[in-house]
């Protein structure tokens, strides 16, 4: 088996590590992956968005599957241009990833599924967006219709600071492109975990929950980020909410988008809110997140390449997708000055150093004359993992 896997962080790292365990011993190749996993499989110099490139290289080297790890490369439609090629793809099309590429689509598409979700209005323009804030009547939380990479979210505790927030997306463009539209949101209470599947277009296997850490400093504050860490299982979420969760939400996703012209196969990733009427959908996400993923794929016991190519073929149903008794953690290391800048090019140290349940997953490094130094906002992802999760996080 040759398998491509598209992205460059820690979440594809994730991927490549637990792929590396098939007893189908796969062939694989990073694009445009990083020198911290270059040792799992071949680097190849493609921009995740290059779906031409991608399509081009994946005939030429006779890949038997892809795997698309980042959104931008699913909102560029690099699924559907594959898929076109007669390439297996894990990523679901251009159209159903507007469940994670526009929110403004994902509030609609619940609204008309009946999927739980918050009150929510949707604006382009600043000035009916500042009158909005300023007469609902409900704490809000204020989000970037576009892809932010997990930052465009902001919980102002005041009307200053929400109408500082409009000012920042809409007109002074903090998030580009991403701004141009923002959704004003009932804020909800409760607990957040969220719940992953993977998905054949018709059916789905859940994962394990998780809970990820999106502020970037301990005790829940300052500002969000792509995640600072992350654990699972969550057990805020019990047996009989992932059940319910599965029903009201999963599944009519699967079914309604099938039902609309556009069937999922990918993972399907549920942010959600644990009110006290039940869960509520936060945001979709149209892959696996990061770092969640981190946590999620060391406590699977099945083959993860035969979990995938049976959703390309949408026999998800004939595998049975098995999941250890036990708890992960993983603590992102993030540059100084994460998330507005990073400093860049400081010397990583203590990567030898023996771990026996556990990983390092590199996500911001690159090699300079044979030394490791990291090169973007989040470096490294350091995962563990016991039958305990205080022991796990110890």
Not at 163 to 190: C, H, N, S, T
Not at 202 to 228: C, E, F, I, W, Y
Request: aromatic fraction near 6%; proline fraction near 6%; include cysteine.
């Amino acid at each position: 088996m040759r398998v491509l896997i598209v992205g460059s962080g820690g979440r594809e790292h994730a991927i490549a590590w637990k792929l590396c365990q098939s007893p189908h011993r796969p062939e694989l190749f990073l694009a445009p992956g990083n020198d911290g996993m270059a040792a799992l499989g071949t680097l190849v110099p493609l921009a995740v968005e290059d779906g031409p490139g991608l399509v081009a290289f994946a005939r030429r080297e006779r890949i038997d599957l892809v795997v698309i790890g980042p959104e931008a490369a699913l909102a560029a439609g690099v699924s559907d241009l594959l898929r076109a090629a007669g390439v297996a793809v894990f990523g679901p099309t251009q159209a159903a990833a507007q469940l994670e590429t526009s929110k403004r689509f994902a509030k609609a598409f619940m609204q008309r599924h009946s999927i739980p979700t918050a009150r929510y209005a949707a604006f382009t323009d600043f000035g009916a967006a500042c009158e909005h804030l300023r007469v609902v009547d409900y704490p809000v939380v204020i989000k970037a219709a576009g892809l932010a990479a997990g930052k465009g979210v902001v919980l102002p505790d005041t009307l200053a600071e929400g109408l500082d927030a409009l000012q920042a997306m809409m007109v002074k463009r903090q998030f580009g492109a991403a701004g141009e539209e923002v959704i004003i949101e009932e804020r909800l209470q409760g607990e957040e975990c969220s719940l992953l599947a993977f998905c054949d277009g018709k059916t789905l296997a859940v994962m394990p929950s998780a809970q990820d850490h999106k502020r970037l400093l301990d005790d829940d504050r300052g500002p969000n980020t792509g995640g600072m860490g992350a654990y699972a299982p969550a057990p805020v979420l019990s047996a009989d909410q992932l059940e319910e969760v599965r029903r009201t939400i999963l599944q009519p996703v699967v079914d309604g988008l099938a039902a609309e012209g556009m069937p999922y196969v990918g993972a399907l990733y549920a942010g959600l809110m644990l009110t006290a009427d039940g869960p509520k959908v936060l945001e979709f996400n149209a892959r696996f997140g990061d770092p969640e993923t981190q946590v999620i794929l060391p406590l699977l016991e099945s083959d993860l390449l035969d979990v995938l190519l049976a959703c390309t073929r949408s026999e998800l149903d004939r595998v049975d997708v098995r999941w250890a008794e036990r708890a992960a953690v993983c603590v992102v290391l993030a540059s100084a000055g994460y998330p507005d800048s990073s400093q860049t090019g400081f010397p990583i140290r203590g990567l030898d150093a023996p771990v026996a349940q556990g990983m390092v997953f590199h996500a911001g490094t690159r090699l300079d004359d044979g030394r490791l130094i990291n090169a973007g906002g989040r470096v490294l992802g350091v995962t563990a993992w016991d039958s305990d999760l205080r022991v796990a996080i110890d």
